[in-house]
């Protein structure tokens, strides 16, 4: 599998090919092109994967192409070490409690301004210059993510909670400006904030919001792109596929730490929800999305419930 540092090889390599050779592999693609024409598709873009400019715009032409055989694709984005970069010219530190960030006022509006602003205006700009018709949203947008404020179970004892500052539990998703813009023919790409009864605005993992999203539009597929070739076990070896009983056992013996806990959780219950496929792959690969949506190769961990 090729990395990004592999990428001019990768296209070294294409260039030899025969063109009877790319015809097939194209041709390849016809069964998964039908089987998934019209279906809902919901792709979380992390912060951790989108920091190589060649794979930005790799993802972006996925996107336009996976739109233009025709899927209904929505991009749910992250921004981690966007955030965490901003942060840091400001003299702060993020601190994370199981995978969520803490976050103070003052980092809210460092998180809003740049999942809102800058990450947003990137994907968007990226996808809309590969030929696509995005549209970015936030859960302010038309009412769209309602949160409570989110209160921590501690892994250990049940009964202590964190209170982790402006984060947010999602209490209700209104989908209706997503669809309006997928029938519309535009790529919604959705910030991870949301806000409560108060209009206070809240800072959401993008994972949740990604599974939350998949949930309530009855997506077929959910595909998360990570830094890293998916879940590991013990050993560091890929766990090509994964079940609720296999997840308990990795998180009681500490395998699954980090930004790996909400993104676990969170395709767990989009599969336990209903989406058909869920999948974490490796945003390190070029056109992986291609690979997982329209070839035979199996890439990344599934998540089944
Ligand atoms: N068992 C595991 N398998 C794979 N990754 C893991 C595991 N446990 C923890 N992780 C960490 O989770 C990270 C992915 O989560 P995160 O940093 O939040 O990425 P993203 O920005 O894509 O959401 C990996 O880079 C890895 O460091
Ligand atoms: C509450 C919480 O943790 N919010 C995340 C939102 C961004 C995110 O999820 O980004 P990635 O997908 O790149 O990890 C944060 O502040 O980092």
Redesign the pocket.
Known sequence: MFVNTDVKELYEQIATISPNLKAGILAEALPHIRRLQGKTIVV???????TDEYLQQCFARDVVLLKLVGLQVIVV????????NALSRMGKK?E?VQ???V?DKE?MVV?EAV?GGQVQGQIVGLINHAGGSAVGLSGRDANMIRVKK?MLQDTHDASVQHD?GQ??DVTHIDPSAVTALLKGGFIPVVS?IGFDEHNHAY???????AGELARVLNAEKLVML?NIKGVLNKDGELMSELNNAQIDDLIADGTLSG?ML??IASALDAAKSGVNAVHIIDGRVPHCMLLEMLTDTGVGTMITQ
């Open positions: 979380k873009y992390g912060g951790n994967a989108m984005h992250g921004g981690g070490p966007q955030i965490e993020g994370f995978g969520m960030r976050t980092t998180v999942l989110l982790i984060v947010g991870p800072n959401i993992n993008a994972d949740v919001v990570t930004g909400p993104k």
